[in-house]
């Protein structure tokens, strides 16, 4: 039961961080065109 609930917390922070990750690459992207 302990893996089955480790595996979950591993996809909700997967699913949670993912995103979050491509939008701050996304932002750095942004920043770096606004200030060349």
Known sequence: MTS?????MVL?????ALPFAFGVYELVL???QLFD
């Open 12 to 16: 909700a922070w997967a699913w949670v």
């Open 30 to 32: 942004k920043l770096t």
């Open 4 to 8: 089955r609930r480790t595996a979950l």
